[in-house]
Nanobody, 119 residues
Framework: VQLQASGGGLVEAGGSLRLSCAAS????????MGWYRQAPGFERELVAT???????NYRISVKGRFTISRDVAKNTVDLQMNSQKPEDTAVYYC??????????????WGQGTQVTVSS
C-alpha cells in the first residue's frame, strides 16, 4: 500500500491550498485517514482526521479554517486549507490506519508535501 500526497506549495498568508492523498496497491479497509504536519525543529503533529463514518477531528489551531474530506470507495483524503497563516508552514503527511476486529492495526504514511505560507 502506498499513499501519494499532492497539492503542496507556496501561498501568501490568507490564501488557500488543497492537499490530496490517494492510496494505491492492495488497500485494506482503512479506519481513520488524516493529515499530520511537521515543521523544522518540531515534532510531527496531528492536523485533522476523519473516520470511515465521516467523523472529523481537528487540532484547535486549524478549526474553522481547514476542512478534511474523504472518499471511502476511492481511498482518498483531502485537506482544504483556507485563511492560511505562516505558522501553518510545514511538511504535511497523509496517514491511514487499518486493522481491528482481530486484524492487527497498521499505520501507513505518505511521502510528505511541503506547504509554505509567506507573511
Amino acid at each position: 500500500v502506498q499513499l501519494q500526497a499532492s497539492g503542496g506549495g507556496l501561498v501568501e498568508a490568507g490564501g488557500s491550498l488543497r492537499l490530496s492523498c490517494a492510496a494505491s496497491g492492495v488497500t485494506p479497509g482503512f479506519n481513520n485517514m488524516g493529515w499530520y504536519r511537521q515543521a523544522p525543529g518540531f515534532e510531527r503533529e496531528l492536523v485533522a482526521t476523519i473516520s470511515k463514518h465521516g467523523t472529523t477531528n481537528y487540532r484547535i489551531s486549524v478549526k474553522g479554517r481547514f476542512t478534511i474530506s474523504r472518499d471511502v470507495a476511492k481511498n482518498t483524503v483531502d485537506l482544504q486549507m483556507n485563511s492560511q497563516k505562516p505558522e501553518d508552514t510545514a511538511v504535511y503527511y497523509c496517514h491511514a490506519e487499518s486493522g481491528g476486529l482481530g486484524a492487527p492495526y497498521k499505520d501507513y504514511w505518505g511521502q510528505g508535501t511541503q506547504v509554505t505560507v509567506s507573511s
